[in-house]
């Protein structure tokens, strides 16, 4: 069996990972490919994990990496006051009524009660910068935000200890609010709006933080196909300077979609996605250190699914993308039965060898510029681990992409033309540890490790006959001894690729 060791870079910790990249490994069960970990803390010390242990642990270091570099202002967006300084009042959907002082012996009704009040005029709150609701736990309704007049910030959150629970929120007009603490689920149907929290294009300035969005199931025992079609929809935020930061996204049929320009998305958490877990319309976006685990897909689902994808249909070209330190890990097993010959989703026939699969990180359609993907570890059993389409003046930069399934699935980074035949421009592919890096013959080299195989495409369009790869001249891999400036060893003949960098790349 061979493996290699390999350090995952743009986490808080030396990370070095044994991978095994043979027909012997995938024998073992199909939760992971990981057959050992190696752990190097700054001070020295060198532990070796499980591979349940390693998990856990690259988990926790992505987010807390995601929640230590959301920075405290970003694009000129404000971010609240972690103290609140103004009044308080206490909400209870049980005890609570509308002619309540607030208090916790007179507290107000329901979050939804409250503010369908307001906005008929039958309740005078004036709120104001540094207020904050508290939440008792129980059900608090169908909740719409209006327009409450406040110039800084407001914080809607749970009570201590308390566990509320709102079944769908709509924000307007409104700007300068914290929701924190809270769990958004309710059951869904398919029929009717399926997203759980929606924000408007006229609001501005909301920040989701600290809280979980699930579909209920109410107990009963979902098939794929009720996945499929009945589950939730998680946060869809089109207003402007969103901020998302160490929230859970759980057993939902999409995750996070961000269609506003200005949007941190930072220490998240996504498992049992159905399709797509992040996906962004829209530039000036900054996605760092999310977490985002196994998920639900299934033939029964139309689409591809995707851990984090970017479109654009504006003509106008979108810029400013920040894709760092995230991890995707996909172990989802093959399944047994063949599935319908004849059935093709999105664009791919489903066979038997491809499974069900779920890919990377990806741009395929739109016109970008200045994104940069950076410090990523992606796993998954898709051949698009990392695909960017059509980018310009980008950076594709330290990123690991490995396939779950190596005997099938070969992971690839792709840098092409778009599908509308944009060329990629300027744009440096650099220090990325993949199986197969495909480039357009348009980009200058730079040094990679590419474990097999140099794909130079020389029209840029993914699908097309690329040249023979030869020898790989100044990308990298393992028949061109550049990377010896910054790898500490390569040697395919013993199965050992220690793509530790001797010293940092980029200071």
Known sequence: MKAGAIEFVG?????????????????????????????SEPSGDVQRLSSRDFTEYMERSVLDYGRTKAPAAFDGCPLPDPVSKGRTYVLDPVGGRLD?????????????????????????????????????????????????????????RAAPGAAPVIETLRVTDAQN??????????????????????VSPDASSIVFRSNRFSTRTDGASWSDEDWAQRSRMGLFSR????????????????????????????????????????????????????AILNGRNSLSNPLHS????????DPDLASDV???????????????EPPDPKRKVAGQWMTPESG??????????????????????????????????????????????????????????RILYAKSRAPVERTVVEGN?????????????????????????????????????????????????????????IDPAAGIYDVRPREPMHP
């Not at 995707?306 to 249909?313: E, M, P, V, Y």
């Open 100 to 156: 309540g002082e607030g208090s916790a012996e007179r507290p107000l009704p329901s979050l939804s009660a409250v503010f369908d009040a307001i906005r008929k005029g039958r309740l005078q709150m004036p709120l104001e910068a540094g207020d904050t609701l508290l939440l008792r736990s129980g059900d608090h309704g169908s909740v719409v935000v209006p327009d409450l007049g406040n110039d800084g910030f407001i914080a809607i």
């Open 306 to 313: 995707d851990a984090i994808q970017g479109w654009n249909k």
């Open 433 to 489: 540890v993949v199986p197969q890096l495909e480039v357009t013959t348009r980009l200058p080299p730079h040094p990679n490790v590419i474990l097999d195989e140099l794909i130079q495409n020389t029209k840029g369009q993914p699908g097309e006959t690329p040249v023979p790869p030869g020898p790989p001249a100044g990308w990298g891999g393992v028949l061109d001894r550049q990377q010896d400036v910054f790898v500490r060893d």
């Open 239 to 290: 207003g402007h300077c969103a901020s998302v930061v160490g929230n859970r996204f759980d057993d939902l049929y999409n995750g996070f979609r961000s269609a506003g320009t200005s949007a941190l998305v930072a220490g998240n958490r996504f498992e049992g996605v159905v399709n797509d877990n992040i996906t962004f319309e829209t530039g000036r976006q900054w996605l760092l250190g999310n």
């Open 356 to 413: 069900v699969y779920r890919q990377g990180i990806s741009i395929f359609d739109g016109k970008w510029s200045h994104v940069r993907v950076s410090g990523n570890v992606i796993v998954t059993n898709s051949t698009h681990a990392l695909t960017m389409l059509g980018v310009e003046d980008s950076e594709i930069t330290e990123n690991v992409a490995l396939s779950s399934d190596p005997t099938r699935v070969t992971a690839r980074i």
């Open 177 to 198: 609010i914290v929701f924190e603490g809270l769990r958004f689920s309710s059951a869904g149907d398919g029929k009717n709006n399926r997203w759980l929290a929606t």
């Open 11 to 39: 986490l808080a910790a030396t990370l070095a990972l044994t991978v095994c990249g043979t027909a012997e490994a995938t024998e073992a069960p199909r939760s992971t490919f990981v057959e050992s970990a190696i752990l």
């Open 322 to 336: 920040v894709i760092d330190g995230n991890l995707t890990l996909h172990y989802q097993p093959q399944r047994a």
